[in-house]
Structures are given as structure tokens and as C-alpha cells.
């Protein structure tokens, strides 16, 4: 392609969008790539403050950015998402799915530092619904040295894929509610209301619930119990502070569970409990999920209910971003809470 004064690219083709906008009320493209400039279009291209553009020349060996960024988008990933573009140099990548979102963070690092190509996504871990968009990609120039291009695009699949989204697979959820005060029934238990809304969302259900005292035999057998029933998730309810009649971890590991982190740098939070009976993932929630509307479950709920394997290391790094503001209107997952 060739930059021409916009006098001298009268009759030719652009080779790009050009974008107008007019402040507070829209932005999009005045011309379209390929078209064809005549001398009515001097004074708009005038006014938008364009004195020069590219239009196409025959000569190869040149990628577009909208052809560029085509094929960046479909390396980028390889199931569930789907494609939106080209505009103004830039394809959208949507999810296919309800799912979590994972990002290739390292590679995401790499794309953007190449100075020619970038790509923007939403945060890892997002609970992501059909047709959401998750990430945009384009070239920074007009268009790229095919020599420089290719290598990139085959050291990105190499690396692969960038993003990833994960159904929610895990269906068949467990609920076991700890505590004498429950189990004698003095005080109702409202963990069905408060949990039933967060898993259904997930397409998940919750297909046991049982209410166990604070002996760590019996709530190692109703959690083994509920692994022969077929849950593929199992959330523990409170138990898990350090007064004395608090034995619901014991109960975990007694199940024969491979605790991954008891306590978390979150608020609320601080007392959660990560275990795996097998790849059943175990959730020890503090009793502060009573209280608070969102707390360090809506954080990995997801992530186990979606399959998703979490870490020690994940759990301690989420000391950034780990604290809840309890904002008198809740906006969650629109907030910093849990982004790391």
C-alpha cells in the first residue's frame, strides 16, 4: 500500500477504514476499506483532519490489518468462542458458551510486546455467557511485512491456544451444613437459599443436603457418602474457625481429602478451606457467607464447578484484588474483588 495526499488518492481504493468521530455522539467508519475516493470526499476527509492515506498497491509481500487480524483471532483459540469482525482494523472474539474464561497469561505478554500485534481480554476466571465478548485483537500498523507476521502467528499456535473457555461441567453439587445449633434444629438453616442461586446460574444442582453436628466422623461420612452419590462438587458450611467446637476441617481430612490451603489472603473469607477427595473438589466456606453477598465462594465456585484446577499459589496470589469493599450496592463480578 501506498500514503498519498488525499488529492493524489482521488480514484483509488483505501486501504483502510478511516475512522470520524463526532464527540458525544458517534464513532465508526466515514469511509470503508476499498472505497473508492472521489473529490466529494476531500472536504469530509478535510475536516476529520486527514491530509494523507494509504491506498492499496499492487505490490506483495504485505498483510492487511483486517486480514491480519482474521487470522490472529482464529490462532488465538481453538473451541467455544466464535468471531465478530472485521471493524476499523479489529475482529472480536465472543463466547460460544456459557463458561470460565482462561487466558495463556505469559503469551498474552508476548503477543502485546511484539509492537505491531495486541490483543485485550477481560479478566482471567470470568464467569463469561453466550455472546459475551472476551477479547479483541489487531495490528498497530496498517499493514505488516507478511516476513514479520507469519513467524509470530506460528510461535502463538506453537504456544497455544491463548484463550480457553470451560463449560461448566460439574453438575452434581453436595452441601454439607456443619454445626450443633443447626443439627438440633434451635437455629434454621438458610444455606439452600443463599447457595441455590449462586449453582443454578453455574447449571449446576444441588443434589445433596445434609446438616451434620460438629463431629468430624460424621461429617467424614456424609462427604464420602456423597461421593458414591455421584456429586461432583461438595461445599462444607462453616466449622472452620479456631473456636473449639469447630471441627469441620477435621471432617474433610478424615474423609481421606488432600487439603490444598486452609485459610486465604480474602476478605470475607480468611478461614477457607480447599481439599480434593479423588478430583472432587472440596469447598470449606467460613460462616461469613451468611453474611456477606459475596464472599471468597463466588471467587472459586466457579472455577471448581467448571472444572478448573486451583492452587495453593492461585489462593495466595489473590492477596491483590482479595478484598471486598462491601459496597452498600453490590456490583459484583463488576469490581475488583477477586481479579488478582
Not at 472505497?35 to 491506498?55: F, P, T, W
Not at 511485512?145 to 463449560?167: N, T
Not at 470449606?284 to 453477598?293: H, L, N
Amino acid at each position: 500500500m501506498i500514503k498519498l495526499s488525499i488529492e493524489k488518492a482521488v480514484g483509488k481504493p483505501l486501504a483502510h477504514d478511516i475512522t470520524r468521530i463526532i464527540p458525544g455522539k458517534s464513532k465508526g467508519p466515514a469511509f470503508k476499506k476499498g472505497h473508492i475516493l472521489s473529490k466529494n470526499d476531500l472536504a469530509i476527509l478535510s475536516d476529520m483532519g486527514k491530509r494523507s492515506v494509504y491506498v492499496f498497491d499492487p505490490e506483495k509481500g504485505y498483510i492487511h490489518e483486517d486480514n491480519a487480524a482474521k487470522v490472529l483471532a482464529e490462532a488465538f483459540q481453538k473451541k467455544w468462542f466464535t468471531l465478530e469482525g472485521p471493524s476499523e482494523g479489529r475482529f472480536n472474539i465472543k463466547a460460544q458458551i456459557n463458561g470460565l474464561f482462561k487466558i495463556n497469561i505469559n503469551l498474552l505478554t508476548f503477543i502485546n510486546q511484539t509492537e505491531t500485534i495486541i490483543c485485550s481480554t477481560i479478566h482471567q476466571n470470568t464467569v463469561c455467557c453466550k455472546g459475551m465478548t472476551v477479547a479483541a485483537t489487531r495490528i498497530i500498523p496498517v499493514a505488516i511485512e507478511e516476513s514479520e507476521f507469519w513467524p509470530i502467528v506460528e510461535e502463538i499456535r506453537d504456544k497455544g491456544p491463548l484463550l480457553r473457555l470451560l463449560p461448566f461441567s460439574r453438575k452434581q453439587v453436595g452441601l454439607v451444613v456443619t454445626g450443633e445449633e443447626v443439627f438440633s434444629g434451635r437455629v434454621k438453616d438458610y444455606s439452600l437459599d443463599i447457595l441455590s442461586p449462586k449453582v443454578k446460574p453455574l447449571g449446576g444442582k444441588i443434589i445433596s443436603h445434609q446438616i451434620c453436628p460438629d463431629k468430624k466422623e460424621a461429617i467424614s461420612r456424609v462427604i464420602r457418602q456423597m461421593v458414591k452419590d455421584g456429586c461432583d462438587v461438595i461445599i462444607a458450611t462453616g466449622g472452620l474457625s479456631v473456636d473449639a467446637d469447630d471441627v469441620t476441617l477435621d471432617g474433610i481430612v478424615s474423609s481421606g481429602a488432600k487439603v490444598v490451603s486452609y485459610g486465604s489472603p480474602i476478605l470475607p473469607g480468611a478461614m477457607f478451606v480447599l481439599a480434593y477427595i479423588g478430583d472432587i473438589p472440596i469447598l470449606g466456606i467460613p460462616a461469613a457467607f451468611f453474611y456477606y453477598k459475596t464472599t471468597v465462594l463466588d471467587i472459586f465456585l466457579p472455577r471448581a464447578m467448571s472444572g478448573d484446577t486451583i492452587t495453593r499459589e492461585e489462593i495466595v496470589s489473590l492477596g491483590h484484588g482479595g478484598l471486598c469493599l462491601n459496597c452498600s450496592k453490590c456490583r459484583y463480578p463488576i469490581c475488583p474483588f477477586g481479579k488478582g
